[in-house]
């Protein structure tokens, strides 16, 4: 018999401690909803060039990447996989991507003077693959 009330009394310790833990979780998520806080959703997303823009206005973004902004450019240079198509908007593409790939977790932003967007289509292509980092 007295086994029996030991484990009814670690029963109700037990389930009692699970509603304070239910309890914690409910006000956890009121006062997120309460920030206007939404649930993390991290889709896979991608910094291209905005196709609006001139090839002029990418060219500056595509200097500042690949030069004071650290983007890795190695792969749109001559014979490598991502070279080709040899245009500004590829690899303006490409250098944009690898720069706020790098950097978005550090505040990084994919807008280069509104040259850029993010897009959730990957853009890689062929041999040419577009670095992803969750």
């Known amino acids: 018999m007295k086994m029996a009330s030991v484990v009814k009394e670690m ?7 699970l509603c304070l833990l239910l309890i914690l979780s409910a006000i956890n998520a009121s ?14 997303q991608w910094c291209v060039v905005d196709d609006q823009q001139t090839d002029d206005v990418l ?3 595509l200097d500042w990447a690949c030069g004071p902004g ?5 792969a749109i240079q001559p014979k490598m996989p991502c070279y080709l198509p040899n245009t ?3 690899h303006a593409s490409f250098a944009f991507n690898s720069y706020w790939q790098k950097y978005k ?14 897009t959730e289509t990957d853009p890689s292509h062929g041999s040419c ?6």
Do not use: I, R
Request: proline share 6%.
């Open 88 to 90: 500004v908007k590829d």
């Open 70 to 74: 650290h983007a890795d450019c190695m």
């Open 11 to 17: 029963v109700t310790v037990v389930m009692k401690v």
């Open 31 to 44: 006062t997120s909803a309460a920030k206007g806080q939404e649930p993390e959703y991290n889709p896979k």
């Open 59 to 61: 060219q500056k973004a």
């Open 105 to 118: 977790k550090q505040g990084a932003t994919c807008d280069f003077h509104a040259a850029a967007l993010l």
């Open 129 to 134: 693959k577009f670095e992803f980092n969750p």
